[in-house]
């Protein structure tokens, strides 16, 4: 089992910058990548950004590409989403994942609110 846990949400205004983090503990050599999703009221969860845990390749979603920046540290087996010029579109819960290899994202933290006033 790998556990996950969200930190640095909170509200901001319109052009702010927020950097969310993600602890995991547990069985941490399993883990294969890393991803943050996000989800906003009435909608569907989606993916924001994701990394290779061993690697360091990195991947985004269109919307997060040249305004969030994700990374690691191997060594406090932390993940984080730095998030720059935000927009009231923004605004959602934020979800931190992990996956094995050849496995789906199993494992879920509970999630962190981001508010992003205009």
């Known amino acids: 089992q790998v556990q996950l846990v969200e930190s640095g949400g909170g509200l901001v205004q319109a052009g ?61 087996n932390t993940v984080s989403l730095q998030m720059n010029s935000l927009n009231p579109e923004d605004t959602a819960v934020y979800y931190c994942a992990a996956s094995r290899l050849g496995s789906g994202f199993d494992y879920w933290g509970q999630g962190t609110q981001v508010t992003v006033s205009s």
Do not use: H
């Not at 950097?19 to 989606?46: D, N």
């Not at 061993?54 to 985004?60: D, E, I, L």
């Open 16 to 76: 702010g910058s927020l950097e969310l983090s993600c602890a995991a503990s547990g069985r941490t050599f399993s883990i294969f990548l890393m991803g943050w999703f996000r989800q906003a009221p009435g909608k569907e969860r989606e993916f924001v950004a994701g990394i290779n845990w061993r690697g360091g390749a990195t991947s985004y979603s269109d919307f997060a590409k040249g305004r969030f920046t994700i990374s690691r540290d191997g060594a406090e």
